[in-house]
């Protein structure tokens, strides 16, 4: 049922796109900044709403349809990853969270608790309206394939992963996966077997250029290990191939048959 | 744990046993040579008394009186003796003991008692006795052991004694001749024992104090033993608990370090140090002191590298918009301009994060999570991505790894460290060159050298290079996008893994950066 609800609101999404601009919220306590932002953001063609706090800023975001919301990890009052809990326990509408250059930390948590990418403060406003594009160019794909129906369903040994849904069953069981994991486990299942860069895989599910000492996507790939077993039949289910990138192991010969199919499909 | 107290216990046991050994021997000594001078005027009255006696006898009633005399002496305190005239021949027709014939002759030009000890035998003495008449008798006599050994007067051996004194001054009314106490004499000529090797000249006077412990050990081992154990128990005893009392507290102050050192800020040992008042409670208290000082140093440290970070960089982040703005609303002919105005934002920016980079290393406030990590995809991830900006000079990074490794620390940290190293060394390669990264396994630990084909630095300057802001040559370093930190924040990352790093100049041209880490992190830095 969640997953209609979440069809209906990303084609409203679309119809929003098409008929007018992308609304963006941008919770930060700089409030200067945000004016500044703003005032950027509006000459490249989005809406800006601005919140300074971070429970306002999360009650803001879920009671109003935003293309993106922009969010700051230092907030006063409750922080930028509580926020983000808060608005991924009912919305899935994409986060950018911006976190203190050179903070690890900061970065792996937001990643994991399902912010969509990130961006070190400070930074520059190329690159953040390079990475919002990225995302709304991807959220408006998904809404586009949940558009299709019947959603394609991607079977791999014991995955199935439902395009269309955008729901991924291990053994039957449900596994809740934020939006880039599941971006990234589709990408690796269409290419089951094979290498994937981590340059093509930086530029098919972040929708930027690779950089150099850029560690989201292994962030997103640790993620999926943790989610779906580190191993699957005695093999390593994601394995890393040194200096390239990742590869989905492809499953045993009696499987296979249905693994091709979804990697034909892709 | 072993060592302080063991120290403290062995010490003060050994001590205690000497002090107690010292005095249980001079005791015994002492009280044997008190004994001495205690019994010898004792065992001359009665060797004249009974002298006399004998000589009374002899002269009134002769020979064969003599020889009943002595008998019933014999008989009844169980003490054979002989009496000689001057012409040292027997009077009463017994035969004499071995030696006795000796001690005769002595007595007889000796105002004193003349002592003779006979190995494990009964000891001889002998005195001349002048009779008032003016004859010269010598009375030879063999006493008992207890008796001459007197310190211990007791049993058959107190009675004995006492007959000796007293039996026969009651047994004869007859007046008595003394040895003439006040004639001045060297000393006793007693010529000693035989069996302790002891020097033995007719001038030996006194036996050294061993001497008399050694007649003791003989005379009564068990005694001797009981005393010294009782000493070596009781001195352990006591040492045990002065051990325990002093080392127990060091323990509590040791493990606490360890505590704080390994990251735990609230731990205190007040409590655990309970009511004493001594150097060691105090030594206590000032750790209690010195930790909440360091604990609130540390919070307020991280709470200022926090707040500097935010502060610092929210107007940057400001800027850099305002600088975006500004290009959006100026001419092509302030782009030049505008983009000096963001390299150099962006190489403040640069800055700002390691200098709090190196600051939270240098405090200690960057949390050392340890984990283990794999030492050789972590450099590999590294080179790769270091070869995926060296191809923009046409440059290449490889890395070979002998064997796997695997080591327990904080993987940000590592990252950090070996990053800053392969991009330096990246930086300064020459166009068209490599720059090899090769892991090794060396003394249990693991050496990981990375190689440049650049210039190389001075070697008087292989050194200040890890230093923080220390710069080379510094148009060209400020150029290629230093901030003169990375190597500084490589240096204490690594030796915070108990590590260290070295540079030095390769033969052929190019620098040699050499970061060597332990196995195992620096003990007892617990999480």
């Known amino acids: 049922m969640a997953a209609v609800s979440e069809h209906d609101q990303l084609k409203r999404i679309v119809r929003d796109i098409e008929t007018s601009t992308d609304k963006i919220l941008v919770i930060d306590d700089d409030v200067e900044l945000c004016n500044l932002v703003g005032e950027y953001l509006e000459s490249e063609g989005f809406a800006i709403e601005a919140e300074s706090s971070g429970d306002h800023g999360a009650d803001r975001a879920l009671a109003n349809d935003y293309s993106l919301v922009i969010l700051d990890v230092m907030l006063p009052g409750i922080n930028g990853f509580e926020a983000l809990r808060r608005i991924r326990s009912k919305s899935n509408v994409p986060v950018l969270m911006l976190t203190a250059r050179g903070d690890d930390v900061d970065r792996i948590v937001g990643l994991e608790i399902g912010a969509d990418d990130y961006l070190p403060k400070p930074f520059n406003p190329r690159e953040l309206v390079a990475r919002i594009h990225a995302i709304l160019r991807r959220s408006r794909a998904r809404a586009d394939a949940g558009a299709d129906p019947p959603g394609e369903k991607i079977a791999v040994g014991d995955v199935v992963l439902d395009a269309g849904s955008r729901a991924v069953t291990r053994d039957g069981l449900p596994v809740r996966l934020t939006a880039m994991e599941f971006d990234v486990l589709e990408v690796l299942l269409r290419h089951t077997g094979r290498v994937m860069s981590r340059e093509s895989l930086v530029e098919q599910v972040l929708g930027r250029k690779y950089s150099p000492y850029d560690r989201s996507i292994d962030v997103h790939v640790s993620n999926l290990r943790k989610k779906l077993g580190h191993q699957v039949g005695g093999m390593e289910r994601i394995r890393s191939i040194r200096q390239v990138g990742y590869l989905y192991a492809l499953p045993r010969s009696d499987e296979t048959d249905r693994g091709d199919a979804g990697g034909a499909g892709g | ?527």
């Open chain 2, 1 to 527: 744990m072993r060592n302080l107290y063991f120290k403290i216990f062995i010490w003060f046991w050994l001590a205690m046993a000497l002090v107690g050994t010292a005095f249980v021997v001079s005791t015994v000594s002492t009280q044997t040579g008190e004994a001495e001078s205690r019994w010898r005027p004792l065992v001359a009255q009665g060797l004249a008394i009974n002298g006399q006696a004998a000589i009374d006898a002899y002269e009134r009633d002769g020979r064969e009186a003599l020889a009943a005399h002595l008998e019933r002496i014999e008989r009844r305190i169980d003490m054979r003796a002989w009496l000689l005239d001057d012409q040292l021949q027997e009077l009463s027709g017994r035969e004499l003991p071995d030696g006795g014939q000796e001690l005769a002759r002595e007595a007889a030009s000796s105002v004193e008692l003349v002592v003779r000890v006979i190995e494990q035998g009964p000891r001889l003495v002998a005195s001349r006795i002048i009779t008032p008449e003016g004859r010269q008798y010598v009375m030879l006599a063999e006493i008992v052991r207890a008796l001459y050994w007197g310190g211990r007067p007791r049993d058959r051996a107190d009675n004995r004694y006492r007959g000796f004194v007293e039996g026969q001054t009651a047994g004869q009314g007859d007046e008595a001749a003394l040895p003439d106490a006040g004639a001045a004499s060297a000393a006793d000529r007693g010529g000693l024992d035989r069996r302790g090797g002891l020097p033995r000249g007719p001038r030996e006077a006194r036996p050294p104090a061993w001497y008399w412990v050694w007649l003791s050990l003989i005379d009564d081992p068990g005694e001797l033993a009981f005393r010294l154990l009782a000493v070596f128990l009781t001195a352990g005893l006591v040492c045990y608990g002065l051990a325990r009392y002093l080392t127990a507290p060091v323990l509590r102050l040791r493990d606490a370090t360890n505590r704080l050192a390994g990251g735990d800020l609230a731990v205190r040992v007040g409590p655990a140090v309970g009511n004493r008042k001594d150097e060691l409670a105090q030594l206590g208290h000032d750790f209690d002191l010195m930790a909440a000082r360091i604990e609130s140093l540390l919070t307020t440290q991280r709470q200022l590298l926090s707040d500097v970070s935010h502060e610092l960089r929210s107007p940057l982040a400001r800027l850099n918009v305002a600088l975006a703005l500004a290009r959006q609303r100026s001419g092509p002919e302030a782009a030049a301009p505008l983009d000096r105005i963001e390299a150099e934002a962006e190489q403040l920016n640069a800055l700002i994060g390691r200098v709090l980079e190196l600051a939270r290393l240098e405090s200690g406030a960057a949390e050392a999570e340890r984990i283990p990590v794999d030492l050789g995809r972590l450099i590999d991830d590294i080179a790769a991505d270091a070869d995926f900006e060296a191809r923009a000079k046409d440059c290449t990074v490889t890395f070979s790894a002998a064997e796997p490794c695997r080591l327990l620390g904080s993987e940000p940290l590592l990252r950090s460290a070996f990053e800053n190293v392969i991009r330096n060394a990246v930086r300064y390669t020459a166009r068209g060159t490599g720059v090899d990264i090769e892991m090794a396994r060396a003394d249990g630990g693991v050496v990981v050298t990375v190689r440049d084909h650049g210039p190389g630095v001075a070697d008087e300057h292989l050194d200040d290079m890890f230093e923080p802001f220390y710069r080379l040559a510094d148009a060209r370093d400020r150029e290629s996008g230093g901030t003169g930190l990375g190597l500084a924040i490589t240096r204490r990352a690594i030796r915070l893994h108990g590590g260290d790093v070295k540079a030095a100049n390769a033969a052929d041209g190019g620098l040699i950066v050499e970061l060597r880490l332990p196995p195992e992190p620096p003990a007892d830095r617990r999480p």
